[in-house]
């Protein structure tokens, strides 16, 4: 028993075992089987890419978004880049007039690196490497036994080549950082607590007190008054009636009763008892400095 080794995305695996001394015809149909698996399962189906290629730029963009399910992409800069990666490439395919089999493989080859990247993290090297044995299985190659596996011919594989030269391999280090680096979730948002008009029993609310003048607040907006505010405007009336005898007392003359002999003499003697106690005080003050004054005098003499 002989066995046949064939390369796959991600290494190399063992192929079914075949008997030795079998016909060309059944060991060419084990080689097509292998052959098959390569660029498997396929990344976009045969409907789907039929689909896009009937789309512009814009409709591309929304069918990719809904076979990858990105559902965040106003917020998550991850699911854009990736969807923009997708887009690219397809529409760089779209350029290069690819069959619906090339379609299928050249966006699988792109799915395919960007999983060895992501799970198997294989660093830029290796997918290189990767790359030259893929192109090999579905390129053209000398020593291919079935010119009907040449899915690229020479031109188109090495526009692959250089196309993801300058969308991948290029970038390599921000597509690590991409997957890699974990960032921290940005707040774009806050909540706030705002505090609203109480519901009234009207439609609409009454406006603010502010925007509209008193007299038209008062004759067409201000709420009729309550049983308290009745009770309070009653109060305030009875005490003004109350208060109105003593306001008529307190305007009557209260020297009707005396004549002007009576008003000069009675100041007469408040005048004398303020000068008589201003007079006191005045004595009492001086004594005491001149007694000061003597004192020193005293003092100087004995000195």
């Known amino acids: 028993m002989a066995a046949s080794v064939g390369t796959t995305p991600g290494g190399t695996t063992p192929a079914a075992m075949t008997p030795v001394g079998a016909s060309p015809e059944l060991e060419k149909d084990v080689d097509f089987q292998e052959h098959e698996k390569i ?5 976009l189906s ?8 009937a789309e512009d730029v814009d409709g591309v963009q929304q069918k990719l978004e809904k076979f990858l399910n990105f559902k965040n992409l106003q917020t998550c800069l991850k699911e854009a880049i990736l969807l923009d990666y997708y887009v690219s490439g397809f529409l760089w395919a779209r350029g290069m007039d690819f069959s619906i089999i ?13 999983h060895n990247l992501r799970t198997l993290r294989m660093s830029l090297e290796d997918s290189l490497k990767w790359l030259g044995e893929v192109m090999a299985e579905i390129g053209p190659s000398h020593s291919q036994k079935n010119e009907a596996w040449n899915i690229f011919d020479v031109k188109q594989a090495n526009a692959i080549i250089d196309y993801l030269k300058v969308s991948l391999f290029q970038h390599y ?5 991409l997957f890699y680096s974990p960032r921290e979730e940005i707040v774009i948002g806050t909540e706030q607590v705002i505090e609203i008009v109480k519901p009234s029993g009207c439609l609409f609310p009454d406006p603010l007190e502010e925007g509209i003048s008193f007299d038209i607040y008062s004759t067409f907006i201000e709420p009729p008054p309550t049983l308290d505010t009745e009770m309070k405007g009653l109060d305030q009336e009875q005490g003004a009636v109350e ?3 003593e306001a ?16 000069k003499s009675v100041l007469d003697q408040v005048t004398d008892d303020v000068l008589i106690s201003i007079q006191t005080e005045i004595n009492e003050k001086l004594q005491i400095q001149e007694e000061a004054f003597n004192a020193r005098i005293e003092k100087l003499k004995k000195a």
């Open 243 to 245: 208060s109105q005898p």
């Open 46 to 53: 045969v409907d789907q890419i039929t689909e896009m290629l």
């Open 248 to 263: 008529d007392t307190s305007d009557t003359d209260l020297l009707a009763g005396f004549t002007i002999e009576d008003v």
């Open 173 to 177: 280090k921000l597509y690590e950082f």
């Open 102 to 114: 090339q379609y299928s493989k050249f966006m699988t080859l792109l799915d395919m690196l960007l």
């Open 39 to 43: 660029l498997s399962p396929d990344f």
